[in-house]
């Protein structure tokens, strides 16, 4: 939201007051309080009728930094609010002058001064954001030239700005599909339904991340109003509605531990099970589908040799009208029980579409509206509309029996073997004249009703099925969300452009907090040629999870051409036995918040030219992947310095710069950085399997005097097996604790003699076969 017109001066009507000193200071054990007159105090009459800003200054952790800035304190509406991990406040340690008040949080400082009031944010001594003359304010809209505000709180906002430095660059703010670095847009924290190609987002984080090392959170469910590097070219900014304003400013210093320390205070995002890493394959939403045709899609995936691991149902598993009651329409499906049984009995698990709005036609209206379930208008009646389904209502998480209501009609399908569920939509959810059991400020449930939503889903699932095991498909999500995996990134169409804002938008959403994201491949909207379809499964099958997706038409590989079905069964089988690699980079994920797929930037900070580079990312800490946009089939891919070795070739790049090739639809930029181990396991049939036994673990590139290590975890995430590697000159000394067998692979390395282990040259790699324990020197 924008208040200025220009540099000087501000909109018609818009009065700006911005503290001017600190007038009282109250020091105490773990928090600052700063009484903050919005004129110059010169006498005592000017302490009377004007406008007094409060600020509290906490840490709830080390190198974080809470400011709460209130105008009306008692104005404050603290329901609902984020779900933060928020224990005792830390001591602080205060310096306070006549001049200049610093507080200290690790290596984090925040100084203000008295006189001329500013706000600098440094990490040890160097200036990393700062807030000057008018960049706090409380901002009144309607103003009538009074020097004090009438007491309304209409039309009135607290705003902030934090300065960028040159060179600064901005991301996250969710799943957003415009630019990947945000400078120069302005962004509302507002949960939309508009598909993958507008500037609306299903998943809005109040959260920026920069790459000087520092991240926002902005403390507000309901609008939140960004404008980056766009009213003030030097700011970033943003305001609210109301009388205060609450935001973290957490320091690194570098990307990944601002994402680790913003998911200690959101949540780390939940461990999926291994097998729904696997391949996923949905009826589609329209389509016309019954059980012969659900079996149909399932054997012909297994006889054509496609390991399919999870199928899904989508929206008409119910009766058209009917949405939701849970109930299967036995026109098409009637034996659903048995149907389930002999799904599972070839290998499969079960997810099944829902969402939280109940149809008029619904069996469960009338007992959710005689039971007061729904939210309601204000003058008591049942919130309904005709958007999506006819007079559908909205369930009220807020009223705990709604929630177990909910949950208790879902549990019955989980008993007749649904494994999981596809928790969509979420996004439009009213706010004008409705009301809700506890009393929630409906503006802030806007964005907050996703969290509620999938929050009770999820705790259901892993009630049911064993924490772990819990696992959705959502698709809307606000602050925490992570803690419910998995989402993915909505509806998309069907081509070259809709499948790169579709990666835009999803590794925007992991540098906001989130470690794991699908698409739906090939598209939602419309149908792709097959040329898309192939690129878009390279791309799917190398995504933390992986479904076949459309709308109105099937996405089973054989009804675009022969050589999709060759596509689908090479990237499900690669990513199978990438699973150990995969499954240590998910578990490293739940504990750091660092996401399976990662931004260049975030990868590779120091590099420049990774600030903008937005197609392609990183999977885990060790792999380059770099989808083909084209049907030219040339893919395009910036490395980094060092050295770079194609998974699939063999053959080594040297970074810093970029590659233009040629690529088949069985290869995609798959590259692997110098001094990695990367371990696969001895399947390509399935997803979960015993990651230790047989693992093949390749060392790639190691330097001189550098070290290389990894960890095989199985799938009761204990380690199973470790390796490390040093070089020195032109020897590695191995050392593996283990008691599988294993075998270590040496990527174009040739030994020359190897101390332990069963020796065979394949080609130009080293391959040593051994059991147990292991300590040996590799002479080349």
């Given at each position: 939201?924008?208040?200025s ?20 200071t ?7 309080t ?21 600020l ?61 009031f ?10 990393i ?6 960049d ?21 906002y607290?705003?902030?700005m934090?300065?960028?430095?040159v ?66 070219v ?30 200690d ?20 939403f ?35 009208f ?17 149907m ?112 509620l939503?999938?929050k ?23 602050v ?14 069907s ?9 835009r ?7 906001s907090?989130?470690?794991?994201w ?5 598209g ?10 192939k ?7 190398l ?17 675009y ?20 690699y ?17 931004s ?32 030219e ?36 930029p ?39 290590s ?7 995430r ?12 032109n ?50």
């Amino acid at each position: 939201m924008k208040f200025s017109n220009g540099c000087w001066l501000q909109k018609e009507g818009c009065g700006c007051f911005a503290p001017r000193e600190v007038y009282f200071t109250k020091i105490e054990d773990t928090k600052v309080t700063l009484c903050a007159p919005t004129i110059h105090i010169t006498q005592r009459g000017d302490t009377l009728g004007c406008i007094n800003l409060t600020l509290e200054i906490t840490s709830p952790a080390p190198e974080i930094m809470r400011v709460r800035t209130y105008h009306y304190k008692g104005a404050v509406v603290n329901t609902p609010s984020f779900d933060l991990e928020l224990n005792d406040e830390l001591p602080l340690q205060v310096e306070d002058s006549e001049e200049v008040i610093k507080i200290t949080s690790g290596s984090l400082t925040l100084a203000i001064t008295k006189k001329n009031f500013s706000m600098t944010y440094s990490r040890n001594g160097e200036v990393i954001t700062k807030s000057t003359g008018r960049d706090l304010a409380l901002m009144k809209t309607d103003w009538k030239g009074l020097p004090y505000d009438s007491g309304d709180n209409e039309e009135t906002y607290i705003r902030q700005m934090l300065s960028l430095s040159v060179g600064e660059l901005v991301y996250g703010m969710g799943e957003r599909f415009t630019p990947f670095v945000k400078n120069g847009q302005s962004v509302d924290i507002w949960n939309a339904d508009g598909g993958t190609s507008t500037e609306q987002s299903y998943k809005n984080i109040p959260f920026y991340i920069t790459n000087k090392g520092y991240g926002v959170l902005v403390n507000h469910p309901e609008k939140v109003s960004f404008e980056v590097a766009t009213e003030m070219v030097t700011r970033t900014e943003f305001s609210v509605e109301g009388s205060y304003l609450d935001f973290f400013l957490i320091n690194g210093p570098t990307m990944k531990e601002v994402l680790t320390r913003y998911t200690d205070l959101t949540g780390k995002p939940s461990l999926p099970a291994p097998w729904t890493f696997g391949l996923w394959l949905s009826t589609s939403f329209t389509t016309n589908y019954d059980e012969d045709t659900v079996m149909s899609f399932v054997d012909g995936m297994i006889n054509r040799g496609i390991p399919l691991r999870t199928f899904h149902f989508d929206c008409f598993w119910m009766k058209e009208f009917h949405w939701s009651d849970f109930i299967w329409d036995s026109r098409v499906f009637p034996d659903p029980e048995g149907m389930l049984k002999r799904i599972k009995a070839k290998g499969l698990n079960i997810c099944v579409w829902i969402n939280s709005y109940i149809g008029q036609e619904s069996c469960l209206f009338d007992e959710g509206m005689e039971k007061g379930y729904f939210i309601k208008r204000t003058n008591g009646q049942v919130w309904q509309w005709d958007m999506w389904q006819p007079g559908m209502a909205i369930v009220d998480f807020t009223n705990p029996a709604a929630y177990k209501w909910f949950q208790d009609k879902l549990e019955i399908l989980l008993d007749m073997g649904v494994d999981c569920f596809k928790t969509d939509f979420g996004e439009r959810i009213p706010t004008e004249n409705v009301m809700y059991f506890d009393g929630s400020d409906p503006k802030k449930m806007h964005n907050y009703y996703t969290y509620l939503y999938n929050k009770c889903v999820y705790e259901l699932l892993e009630r049911k099925r064993g924490k772990g095991e819990a696992v959705l498909f959502a698709r809307s999500a606000t602050v925490g969300g992570q803690k419910f995996p998995v989402h993915w990134g909505g509806d998309c169409w069907s081509d070259y452009e809709s499948m790169e804002e579709s990666l835009r938008g999803g590794l925007s959403l992991m540098m906001s907090g989130f470690g794991f994201w699908a698409h739906d491949i090939g598209g939602f909207e419309s149908t792709s040629t097959a040329d898309v379809y192939k690129r878009w499964v390279a791309f799917g099958l190398l995504s933390s999870h992986s479904r076949l997706h459309g709308s109105s038409s099937y996405r089973v590989p054989w009804v675009y051409d022969d050589e999709a079905v060759d596509v689908v069964r090479f990237f499900t089988r690669l990513k199978a036995k990438l699973m150990p690699y995969l499954y240590k980079t998910a578990i490293d994920t739940s504990r750091s918040g660092i996401p399976t797929m990662r931004s260049m930037v975030l990868e590779y900070t120091e590099d420049k030219t990774c600030h903008f580079v937005d197609k392609q990312y990183m999977l885990g800490d060790n792999l380059l992947v770099a989808p083909v946009f084209n049907e030219e089939s040339i893919a395009e891919y910036y490395l980094p310095k060092g050295t770079w070795t194609d998974f699939f070739t063999g053959e080594e790049k040297e970074g810093a710069g970029w590659i233009k090739e040629k690529h088949g639809y069985l290869s995609i930029p798959l590259m692997v950085k110098e001094n990695s181990i990367v371990s696969l396991g001895s399947h390509d049939d399935k997803p979960d399997y015993d990651y230790g036994e047989n693992a093949e673990l390749r060392l790639y590139s190691l330097k001189n005097g550098k070290e290389a290590s990894t960890v095989i975890y199985g799938m009761d995430r204990k380690e199973e097996i470790s390796m490390k590697a040093v070089r020195n000159e032109n020897q590695i000394q191995i050392t593996v604790k283990s008691n599988k067998a294993y075998t270590i692979r040496l990527v174009n390395l040739i030994a020359i003699s190897v101390s332990q282990g069963e020796v065979k040259i394949d080609k130009k790699d080293t391959i040593i076969t051994l059991c147990g324990n292991a300590d040996f020197t590799v002479t080349f």
